[in-house]
């Protein structure tokens, strides 16, 4: 069973593709991240949205359409110093202070957030 399944069971789909949303609305007004990204933000916010929707235990849209995640490797065409993954990571934490999800759903995803953005770097 997916350890994060009881994310999705507490937050529900409409929550996740909220976050996503949060996410991007973050991006938008932060010039170190959105000099990441081309000017329309909607697909990377819907791919985004996939993602997290698998990850948090929904359904897997995401490897039907894209196949495996891949993170590090689908982001190696960027410089990711420990910098932009602060930017990053605080524009994530923003959205999920916004979605304000119930605690414990809360931590488990901050603890993957910062997991995966550590993971993420790929210059120092």
Do not use: C
Request: proline letters at 6%; zero cysteines.
């Amino acid at each position: 069973m997916n350890p994060f399944q009881s994310i999705y069971e507490l937050i529900g789909e409409d929550q996740i593709r909220l976050l996503a949303r949060y996410f991007y609305l973050e991006v938008a007004q932060n010039q170190a991240l959105k000099k990441l990204y081309p000017e329309d933000l909607a697909p990377a916010e819907r791919r985004l949205f996939l993602f997290l929707l698998q990850v948090f235990g929904g359904p897997q849209t995401y490897l039907e359409e894209r196949g495996h995640p891949r993170l590090r490797m689908r982001h190696l065409d960027w410089k990711i110093d420990p910098s932009i993954r602060d930017h990053w990571l605080n524009a994530m934490l923003k959205a999920l202070d916004k979605l304000n999800p119930e605690q414990n759903a809360k931590e488990m995803m901050m603890g993957y957030f910062i997991k995966a953005a550590n993971h993420m770097i790929n210059h120092e």
